[in-house]
């Protein structure tokens, strides 16, 4: 039974958690005995168990991992195998899940792809939910490290001339993705990774002249690689390697005639399989209500410049490809309205055909 596991591996799992109950398995029936509290949260465990078995003809240990953590915390259960899917990684205290549908679609991307670049505004939870994929992947042992890189330009300063030895250098620019670890792994076990480089946090410029095999690469403020530099990163993937790129292209901060590799990727590796790109908005904003608006108020005012700006055959190469960006989004954004509009229609005329 798949519900069991291989060799009963479910059941011990099970037993393992809820020390006060006994389970006896006999074919298709599970006797369950023990304190009363603890037989109902087992009983909880074995239905959610045989919902997703019926739902998807298979059971991760992922799946086992969500349910025993979801009713032993005592939260709502989910009401279909999607609410399962949300679910990226157990951590002791809690599940990091997908909470829109931008972050549910980087998810689902990256369990089908080996390269995905995502690409939206501040605040949509790129770095996070890339960092949350990856941990759960060295969880799962599907890889055996993790590489996290960030140019290191945002500040305008270079490296060099910055107080420090390499590590004091490169903290506050690589910080974030600290924070992010740190949120899904317990502080020793964070320790450990880092001294033993399981996970490795690394300016993008220290890749080069390096070949990662069964690694989990994350490329983060991608906005800020350059060509050169975007093409050295993506050639790092060794056998049974992944990436996950984030970025946001209204936060370039490289010098002004700096083509970014960013920018470029779509047209160049967009249609290749194995490669995905998902695009997050202001509807994937999970940060302060506020910053939805902030961002929403900052896209009008550039577009609002954009159409006054006259003309120039002298363009700088950052505005060409702003613009160019710009119009990419526009057409995906009705691209996705007029597939909208199709959903609809086929609604109402269902409903008008239902009627008659």
Same mark, same amino acid.
């Given at each position: 039974?798949?519900?069991y596991?291989?060799? &009963? =591996?479910?059941?011990?799992?099970?037993?393992?958690?809820?020390?006060?109950?006994?389970?006896?398995?006999?074919?298709?029936?599970v006797? #369950?005995?023990?304190e009363?509290?603890? /037989?109902?949260l087992?009983?909880?465990?074995?239905?959610?168990?045989?919902?997703?078995?019926?739902?998807?003809?298979?059971l991760?240990s992922?799946?086992? &991992?969500? /349910?025993?953590?979801?009713?032993?915390?005592?939260?709502?259960?989910?009401?279909? /195998?999607?609410?399962?899917?949300?679910?990226i990684?157990?951590?002791?205290?809690d599940?990091?899940?997908? $909470?829109?549908d931008?972050?549910?679609?980087?998810?689902?991307?990256?369990? %089908?792809?080996?390269?995905v670049f995502?690409?939206?505004?501040?605040?949509?939870?790129?770095?996070?939910?890339?960092?949350?994929i990856?941990v759960?992947?060295?969880?799962?042992?599907?890889? =055996? %490290?993790?590489?996290?890189?960030?140019?290191?330009?945002?500040?305008?300063?270079?490296?060099?001339?910055?107080?420090?030895?390499l590590?004091? $250098?490169?903290?506050?620019?690589?910080?974030?993705?600290?924070?992010?670890?740190?949120?899904?792994?317990?502080?020793?076990?964070l320790?450990?990774?880092?001294?033993?480089?399981?996970?490795?946090?690394?300016?993008l410029?220290?890749?080069?002249?390096?070949?990662?095999?069964n690694?989990?690469?994350i490329l &983060?403020?991608?906005?800020?690689?350059t060509?050169?530099?975007? $093409?050295?990163? +993506?050639t790092?993937?060794?056998?049974?390697?992944? =990436?996950?790129?984030?970025?946001?292209?209204s936060?370039?901060?490289?010098?002004?005639?700096?083509?970014?590799?960013?920018?470029?990727v779509p047209?160049? +590796?967009?249609?290749?399989?194995?490669i995905?790109?998902?695009? #997050?908005? $202001?509807?994937?904003?999970?940060?302060? %209500? #506020? /910053?939805?608006?902030?961002?929403?108020?900052? &896209?009008? =005012?550039?577009?609002?410049?954009?159409?006054?700006?006259p003309?120039?055959?002298?363009?700088?190469?950052?505005?060409t490809?702003?613009?160019?960006?710009?119009?990419r989004?526009?057409?995906?954004?009705?691209?996705?309205?007029?597939e909208?509009?199709?959903?609809?229609?086929?609604?109402i005329?269902?409903?008008?055909?239902?009627?008659?």
């Amino acid at each position: 039974m798949l519900v069991y596991g291989v060799q &009963d =591996a479910n059941l011990r799992r099970i037993a393992d958690e809820f020390t006060g109950v006994k389970i006896a398995a006999r074919g298709n029936e599970v006797t #369950l005995r023990g304190e009363e509290r603890e /037989v109902i949260l087992v009983e909880k465990v074995f239905a959610e168990l045989l919902f997703l078995v019926n739902r998807n003809g298979e059971l991760q240990s992922r799946d086992l &991992d969500a /349910v025993i953590n979801l009713i032993v915390a005592g939260k709502p259960q989910p009401q279909s /195998v999607a609410d399962f899917d949300d679910v990226i990684l157990i951590t002791k205290s809690d599940a990091v899940k997908a $909470k829109t549908d931008g972050q549910r679609r980087l998810v689902a991307e990256a369990r %089908r792809n080996d390269v995905v670049f995502v690409i939206g505004p501040a605040g949509t939870g790129k770095t996070y939910t890339a960092v949350a994929i990856a941990v759960a992947a060295l969880k799962q042992r599907e890889i =055996a %490290r993790i590489v996290l890189a960030r140019p290191a330009v945002e500040a305008g300063e270079s490296l060099g001339f910055l107080p420090g030895d390499l590590t004091q $250098k490169i903290d506050p620019y690589l910080r974030p993705l600290y924070d992010a670890l740190q949120d899904m792994i317990t502080a020793e076990k964070l320790k450990e990774y880092l001294e033993k480089k399981v996970i490795e946090i690394v300016p993008l410029a220290y890749m080069r002249g390096r070949t990662l095999n069964n690694s989990f690469i994350i490329l &983060d403020e991608a906005q800020n690689a350059t060509s050169t530099q975007m $093409k050295m990163c +993506l050639t790092r993937l060794g056998m049974n390697s992944r =990436a996950i790129v984030t970025g946001d292209v209204s936060q370039i901060d490289l010098p002004a005639k700096v083509a970014s590799g960013l920018v470029e990727v779509p047209a160049l +590796l967009e249609g290749i399989e194995g490669i995905s790109f998902v695009y #997050l908005d $202001k509807r994937d904003v999970v940060r302060h %209500r #506020l /910053v939805r608006e902030i961002i929403e108020a900052y &896209d009008k =005012a550039q577009a609002m410049k954009e159409r006054l700006k006259p003309v120039r055959h002298d363009a700088d190469p950052r505005e060409t490809e702003r613009a160019m960006w710009e119009k990419r989004d526009l057409e995906r954004r009705e691209l996705e309205k007029s597939e909208l509009d199709k959903r609809a229609s086929v609604a109402i005329a269902a409903a008008d055909i239902e009627k008659k």
